[in-house]
C-alpha cells in the first residue's frame, strides 16, 4: 500500500526538513508486521513528493497472533497487504513520528506554519456509506476527492469494490496532516490488527486533541477506531465531551440511571452500601481498599466511620475518579483526614503493588463489568498479590431480573454488563476462588428475598485462611 504525501510549498525541498527523511535517499524501516519504505518520487523547487510504501509481510501474519478469524482460508487469502489499515497509522507513527509530534530542528518555524499539502492513498477500504470519506475530511478543512474501484475489470457486473484511491487537499500543518491521517485511516478499514484497549482511549484523545470534539462524525469516528468496544466508546465520548465544554448526560451516566432507577424502588444501592459497610466493620478491618470504587458512594460511608483509617478507592473511569473526588469534597477535607482517604488510577486487570498492604478490599457490583476471559487476571491481582485478610464481593442475582417488570426477559440491568450470574453460577465461582487462594467464603443474600428466586444481590464475603494452613 501507498502513502504519497505532495506539497508545492516553495521550495517545496523543505517538506525532507519536515519529514526528517532526505529526499535523495531512499530508506527503509524493518517493522514487526513488515517492512516500510520512503522515497521521493518527485522533487523539485516548485513540488516535492514523499512516497511511504508499506510492504506487509503476509507470512508473519499468519504465524503472529493477527490472525483474522473471518473464513478458513482468511489467513491466506485477504486484503490486509494490500489496503490502507491500521498497519499504515502504526507505520506512519514509527517512520514519521518527529513530524507528527511536530518537531524540526532545522526549520522550527515551519512545523507550525499551514502549508499546502496533499496526500493519496492508494488503496484505502471505506467499508461505510457512500460518501464517508467527505463526511469525514471536509469539515476538517480538506478538499475530497475519491475513486472507486470495480471488483474486478474484467467482470463489470460483479459490481464495485470497498476499495478506492482517495485524495485529500487542504492547507495544513503536516503535523496535522499526519495526526488526523493516522487517527482516521483505521476508521475507513473498520478492522484493527491489535488488541484495542484503555490505552487506546488516550491515544486517542492525545492525537483527537483540538479536531476530534468538534467533529460531526465524531460519534462514528470514536465508535469504530475504539472496534465497536461499548465500554471503550462511552468513555472516549464522555470525555469528548468534557473538551467540548457540553455538560450533557452522556451514554454512561443514562446507563447508570436507568440501573438505579431500576433498583430504586428497593433503594437497593444503599441496602447494598450498607451490607457491605457492615461485612467491613464484623471484619475487623482499619484500612480498606475499595476496588471499582465508581463516583465514591461507598467511600463516602466508609469516610463517616472513623474505625477505618486509611480508605483507597480504585477505578479504572477517570471520568468516575473525577466525580467521586467532586462528591467527597477532597478538597475541603480538613488536614486531619487528608490522608485518609486517596484516589487511584487503576485497573483490576493488572497487579499493582499499590493495592497490597491493606485489611480489606470491597468489590461492589464490578466483577460483571470485566470480560469473562479476563476475570481470571482479576482474580490473581485481588486474591494471588493484593491478598487482604477480606475480600467483600457483590454482584446482581440473575435470577431475580424476572421479577422486574420494566426489565425485558433476558436482558442485563446495566448495557455495560458482560454477564449475569444465578446463585448457584456465583457460588461455583466463589468456592474455586477460594480453595485456589486459600481463603473461606460465605455467601448472603442482599435486599428483599424471593421465596425461589433469591435476593437482587448476592455478597461473597472471603477470609485469607491462617499462613499454617497453606504452608
Ligand atoms: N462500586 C461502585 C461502582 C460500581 S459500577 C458502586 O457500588 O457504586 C462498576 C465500576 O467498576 C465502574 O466505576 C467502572 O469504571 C469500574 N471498573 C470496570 N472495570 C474496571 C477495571 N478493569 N478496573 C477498575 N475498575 C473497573
Given at each position: 500500500?501507498?502513502?504519497?504525501?505532495?506539497?508545492?510549498?516553495?521550495?517545496?525541498?523543505?517538506?525532507?526538513?519536515?519529514?526528517?527523511?532526505?529526499?535523495?535517499?531512499?530508506?527503509?524501516?524493518?517493522?514487526?508486521?513488515?517492512?516500510?519504505?520512503?522515497?521521493?518520487?518527485?522533487?523539485?523547487?516548485?513540488?516535492?513528493?514523499?512516497?511511504?510504501?508499506?510492504?506487509?509481510?503476509?507470512?508473519?501474519?499468519?504465524?503472529?497472533?493477527?490472525?483474522?478469524?473471518?473464513?478458513?482460508?482468511?489467513?491466506?487469502?485477504?486484503?490486509?497487504?494490500?489496503?490502507?489499515?491500521?498497519?499504515?497509522?502504526?507505520?506512519?507513527?514509527?517512520?514519521?513520528?518527529?513530524?507528527?509530534?511536530?518537531?524540526?530542528?532545522?526549520?522550527?518555524?515551519?512545523?507550525?506554519?499551514?502549508?499546502?499539502?496533499?496526500?493519496?492513498?492508494?488503496?484505502?477500504?471505506?467499508?461505510?456509506?457512500?460518501?464517508?470519506?467527505?463526511?469525514?475530511f471536509e469539515p476538517l478543512g480538506y478538499t475530497v476527492e475519491t475513486v472507486r474501484h470495480p471488483l474486478d475489470e474484467q467482470f463489470a457486473d460483479w459490481g464495485e469494490s470497498p476499495y478506492h484511491s482517495l485524495t485529500i487537499r487542504g492547507t495544513k500543518t503536516l503535523s496535522e496532516l499526519l495526526t488526523q491521517l493516522y487517527v482516521l485511516i483505521p476508521v475507513f478499514d473498520n478492522q484493527k490488527h491489535y488488541f484495542i484497549g484503555q490505552d487506546e482511549i488516550e491515544k486517542l484523545l492525545s492525537k483527537g486533541a483540538g479536531w476530534l470534539a468538534a467533529h460531526p462524525e465524531k460519534d462514528f469516528i470514536t465508535r469504530r477506531y475504539l472496534g465497536h468496544r461499548t465500554s471503550l466508546f462511552r468513555q472516549a465520548l464522555s470525555r469528548l465531551v468534557d473538551e467540548d465544554g457540553d455538560d450533557s448526560l452522556d451514554d454512561t451516566d443514562v446507563a447508570v440511571a436507568v440501573e438505579e432507577t431500576l433498583e430504586t424502588t428497593i433503594s437497593l444501592n444503599q441496602r447494598r452500601h450498607g451490607t457491605v459497610l457492615a461485612a467491613l466493620r464484623a471484619s475487623g478491618a482499619k484500612s480498606v481498599l475499595d476496588l471499582g470504587c465508581g463516583e465514591g458512594k461507598l467511600l463516602r460511608e466508609l469516610l463517616a466511620d472513623r474505625r477505618f483509617e486509611r480508605i483507597v478507592g480504585v477505578d479504572v473511569s477517570i471520568r468516575s475518579l473525577e466525580k467521586a473526588q467532586q462528591r467527597l469534597k477532597l478538597e475541603r477535607l480538613p488536614e486531619s483526614q487528608v490522608d485518609r482517604l486517596k484516589l487511584l488510577h487503576g485497573s483490576l486487570m493488572y497487579r499493582d503493588e499499590r493495592f497490597a498492604g491493606f485489611d480489606a478490599a470491597a468489590v461492589v457490583e464490578v466483577i460483571e463489568h470485566l470480560d469473562p476471559p479476563r476475570l481470571a487476571a482479576f482474580e490473581r491481582v485481588v486474591?494471588?498479590?493484593?491478598?487482604?485478610?477480606?475480600?467483600?464481593?457483590?454482584?446482581?442475582?440473575?435470577?431475580?431480573?424476572?421479577?422486574?417488570?420494566?426489565?425485558?426477559?433476558?436482558?442485563?440491568?446495566?448495557?455495560?454488563?458482560?454477564?449475569?450470574?444465578?446463585?448457584?453460577?456465583?457460588?461455583a465461582w466463589g468456592n474455586r476462588v477460594a480453595?485456589?487462594?486459600?481463603?473461606?467464603?460465605?455467601?448472603?443474600?442482599?435486599?428483599?428475598?424471593?421465596?425461589?428466586?433469591?435476593?437482587?444481590?448476592?455478597?461473597?464475603?472471603?477470609?485469607?485462611?491462617?499462613?499454617?494452613?497453606?504452608?
Amino acid at each position: 500500500m501507498l502513502l504519497t504525501i505532495s506539497t508545492t510549498h516553495q521550495p517545496a525541498t523543505d517538506l525532507g526538513y519536515l519529514l526528517h527523511k532526505h529526499p535523495d535517499r531512499c530508506q527503509s524501516f524493518a517493522l514487526t508486521f513488515g517492512q516500510a519504505h520512503v522515497f521521493y518520487p518527485e522533487v523539485s523547487a516548485d513540488r516535492a513528493t514523499a512516497a511511504l510504501l508499506l510492504d506487509v509481510d503476509p507470512v508473519a501474519m499468519v504465524r503472529g497472533k493477527n490472525r483474522d478469524q473471518g473464513f478458513a482460508l482468511a489467513q491466506y487469502v485477504n486484503d490486509r497487504p494490500y489496503v490502507a489499515s491500521s498497519f499504515l497509522s502504526v507505520a506512519i507513527a514509527e517512520v514519521f513520528s518527529s513530524a507528527m509530534a511536530g518537531r524540526c530542528k532545522d526549520r522550527p518555524e515551519l512545523v507550525d506554519t499551514p502549508i499546502p499539502l496533499s496526500a493519496r492513498i492508494d488503496v484505502l477500504p471505506v467499508r461505510a456509506v457512500e460518501g464517508f470519506a467527505q463526511r469525514v475530511f471536509e469539515p476538517l478543512g480538506y478538499t475530497v476527492e475519491t475513486v472507486r474501484h470495480p471488483l474486478d475489470e474484467q467482470f463489470a457486473d460483479w459490481g464495485e469494490s470497498p476499495y478506492h484511491s482517495l485524495t485529500i487537499r487542504g492547507t495544513k500543518t503536516l503535523s496535522e496532516l499526519l495526526t488526523q491521517l493516522y487517527v482516521l485511516i483505521p476508521v475507513f478499514d473498520n478492522q484493527k490488527h491489535y488488541f484495542i484497549g484503555q490505552d487506546e482511549i488516550e491515544k486517542l484523545l492525545s492525537k483527537g486533541a483540538g479536531w476530534l470534539a468538534a467533529h460531526p462524525e465524531k460519534d462514528f469516528i470514536t465508535r469504530r477506531y475504539l472496534g465497536h468496544r461499548t465500554s471503550l466508546f462511552r468513555q472516549a465520548l464522555s470525555r469528548l465531551v468534557d473538551e467540548d465544554g457540553d455538560d450533557s448526560l452522556d451514554d454512561t451516566d443514562v446507563a447508570v440511571a436507568v440501573e438505579e432507577t431500576l433498583e430504586t424502588t428497593i433503594s437497593l444501592n444503599q441496602r447494598r452500601h450498607g451490607t457491605v459497610l457492615a461485612a467491613l466493620r464484623a471484619s475487623g478491618a482499619k484500612s480498606v481498599l475499595d476496588l471499582g470504587c465508581g463516583e465514591g458512594k461507598l467511600l463516602r460511608e466508609l469516610l463517616a466511620d472513623r474505625r477505618f483509617e486509611r480508605i483507597v478507592g480504585v477505578d479504572v473511569s477517570i471520568r468516575s475518579l473525577e466525580k467521586a473526588q467532586q462528591r467527597l469534597k477532597l478538597e475541603r477535607l480538613p488536614e486531619s483526614q487528608v490522608d485518609r482517604l486517596k484516589l487511584l488510577h487503576g485497573s483490576l486487570m493488572y497487579r499493582d503493588e499499590r493495592f497490597a498492604g491493606f485489611d480489606a478490599a470491597a468489590v461492589v457490583e464490578v466483577i460483571e463489568h470485566l470480560d469473562p476471559p479476563r476475570l481470571a487476571a482479576f482474580e490473581r491481582v485481588v486474591f494471588e498479590f493484593a491478598r487482604p485478610q477480606t475480600v467483600v464481593l457483590t454482584t446482581p442475582n440473575q435470577e431475580y431480573n424476572s421479577l422486574w417488570e420494566t426489565l425485558p426477559a433476558g436482558a442485563f440491568r446495566h448495557s455495560d454488563h458482560r454477564f449475569e450470574w444465578s446463585r448457584a453460577e456465583f457460588e461455583a465461582w466463589g468456592n474455586r476462588v477460594a480453595t485456589q487462594h486459600q481463603y473461606t467464603v460465605r455467601f448472603a443474600p442482599v435486599g428483599p428475598e424471593h421465596e425461589s428466586l433469591g435476593a437482587p444481590t448476592q455478597m461473597a464475603t472471603f477470609e485469607r485462611s491462617p499462613a499454617n494452613a497453606t504452608a
